[in-house]
């Protein structure tokens, strides 16, 4: 009989420990994936703002000859990561007919507009154009709004994943933290976090409001019970 039950133990202390490390490798594999696409996110900006920044610098003070107006950098294709690769596309130019083009960036496939970096939670990612089902399983995207460091209220959605990727970390941000926005013209405007509050999924309130001709963000994600939003709102420093 004890020589029963102690094999039973034994038995039972094999398959604990192999149950703890088939947990431990899981867990491994899964932080690695994790930190692979946080770093892919972070390649992705640097790239992109490097790109923005040269192409600013060749263009500066530059007219162009038949508008004169100044002309406007157009993304590098040259030394960027092989997951940010650029497209040539038509300029919107309003009344333009001369087929002009323009290079834009695309992240996994999707139209890229800049960039956000949230240094309190160690947060950077690029923009998306538009935040779709299908985008924001890539990156955060621009929900509604006039867009990236335009005069108004432009807002910028994310999934909060549990693996911590995207907006998953905003419940730990405070007023008074910094938003650091990148656009397609280099422009880098520094925001900060004035208001926070978790409302409803219907509550669209916050996309139209009076930012009194400043320029103002909301980064909008749900919470971690998935019932209701999570807004926070950020103007021009």
Known sequence: MNSRYSNVLTIALIAGIVIILIGVCVAGVFMMRNNKLNQEEADAVEQYQKNVKKNNEKVENKENTQTGEIVQPELNGESIAPILTTTNTIADSGSNTNGDTKKTATYKGFPMVGTIEIPAINLKSPVLKEASKKSMDIAVGIYDGPGLNQ???????????????????????????????????????????YKIYITTPEDSSYLDRDTEGRREISLTTCTDDTQSRLIIWAKEQ
């Open 151 to 193: 005069v108004g209220n432009t807002t910028i959605a994310g999934h909060n994943y549990r693996d911590g990727r995207f907006f998953a970390n905003n419940k730990k941000l405070v007023e008074g933290d910094k938003i650091y926005i990148t656009d397609e013209i280099n422009r880098k405007i520094v925001y900060s976090i």
